[in-house]
């Protein structure tokens, strides 16, 4: 499975943007750039996924590098729920039917 | 609509007792996941199934056997339980593994 780095822990304030970075130098052609997020004491929630193409949906946006070998999440205004662990996991959609998840990052939101 | 029940949600074994840990969907879902979460630390992949009767191996299978014979529940065994299985176990399943929805996870320490 191609690998994932995130930073271990970031920190912004409530109301303002927050861009969270992934690294994946070893994405292959198949992978999809998923991301999750885990509220304390919760299981993860599904946040957003894409291929080549910027996403955006209720919750986020997604933006991927031309070359696929970064992505960023994009909160486009904090709140304190937001404050969570957010998990950056390659897909591979022509292999095994699993999401590895790395190391995540811890997203603190100050009031 | 009860999503991914986990059972028990907290369990005291000591070393060498062996349990059960089920998991159940009502979502009609071909796939299933067993994970653990160690604190601090993200998800690591026990076992997954893609559908009835099938199950294979993830990251950290070693001292886990699993079953899935009906569609609707994943059961997570330990047969002879150690202090190093103390952790969070998530269970999850998916309609075709791009949007896993999680339970509330068990607790379970191994004294």
Known sequence: DAKTTQPNSMESNEEEPVHLPCNHSTISGTDYIHWYRQLPSQGPEYVIHGLTSNVNNRMASLAIAEDRKSSTLILHRATLRDAAVYYCILRDYGGAQKLVFGQGTRLTINP | ?111
């Open chain 2, 1 to 111: 609509n009860a999503g991914v029940t986990q059972t028990p949600k907290f369990r005291v074994l000591k070393t060498g007792q062996s349990m059960t840990l089920l998991c159940a969907q009502d979502m009609n879902h071909e796939y299933m996941y067993w994970y653990r979460q160690d604190p601090g630390m993200g998800l690591r992949l026990i076992h997954y199934s893609v559908g009835e009767g099938t199950t294979a191996k993830g990251e950290v299978p070693d001292g886990y056997n699993v079953s899935r014979l009906k569609k609707q529940n994943f059961l997570l065994g330990l047969e002879s339980a150690a202090p190093s299985q103390t952790s969070v176990y998530f269970c999850a399943s998916s309609y075709s593994g791009t949007y896993l929805y999680f339970g509330a996870g068990t607790r379970l320490s191994v004294l």
